[in-house]
């Protein structure tokens, strides 16, 4: 009798699908079950926007789309050169994915900040989390975004320092989720009315 638990074979049955996605299959469990919990927050949004229309029109208007147009920019440039780091490692080039990286890294950074002068700026007003339903949510899930996106930064210097192509892709795989959840509620929160 042979054994099959070590040959590859049996690792691609023990995680089926999820054993076809680059980098580790355990991140790929993570961002299937937190884009699930953010599935959940862009539903109760829309049922909560449907029972009071006219006070998330108001809300809505109260954000500053440029802030939040430039954070996209920032994401969707930070996930390109985190997807150059990815392709500098499959190409041997240690050094080069580390700086691609970095940069990644400088960018959500950047979008941290741009999101605290956004936060500033409503605090400023007297707009808080308790303010009404719309900016209930609009903390909710943009401060849980920020929070992915420190846990992100996280991950990528972990990546940087333990540069693998195995880690540079489940790093990169965490990052292009904090972007696609970006991409998902920044119209949902700001522009759809």
């Given at each position: 009798?042979?054994?099959?638990t ?125 303010t009404n ?61």
């Amino acid at each position: 009798m042979t054994d099959t638990t070590s040959s590859p074979d049996a690792a691609a049955r023990e995680w089926g699908a999820l054993s076809n996605l680059p980098g580790n299959p355990i991140m790929w469990v993570l961002i299937i079950s937190e884009l699930l919990v953010f599935g959940a927050f862009f539903l109760g949004f829309g049922a909560a926007r449907i029972l009071d229309v006219e006070m998330f029109r108001a809300g809505q208007e109260m954000l500053d789309l440029r802030l939040g147009g430039l954070n996209t920019l920032i994401l969707v440039t930070s996930g390109w050169l985190a997807a150059k780091a990815v392709q500098a490692g499959h190409a041997g080039q240690g050094a080069a994915s580390r700086r691609w990286l970095l940069a990644a890294g400088v960018l959500g950074f950047a979008f941290l900040v741009v999101k605290g002068v956004e936060y500033a700026d409503k605090a400023a007003h007297g707009i808080d989390i308790e303010t009404n339903t719309f900016f209930t949510l609009f903390y909710l899930m943009t401060g849980f975004h920020a929070l992915h996106v420190v846990m992100g930064l996280v991950v990528l210097a972990i990546v940087g320092w333990r540069n693998s192509v195995d880690n540079l892709e489940t790093g990169a795989a965490f990052w292009h989720m904090v972007d696609l959840i970006w991409l998902i509620l920044f119209p949902i929160v700001y522009l759809v009315r």
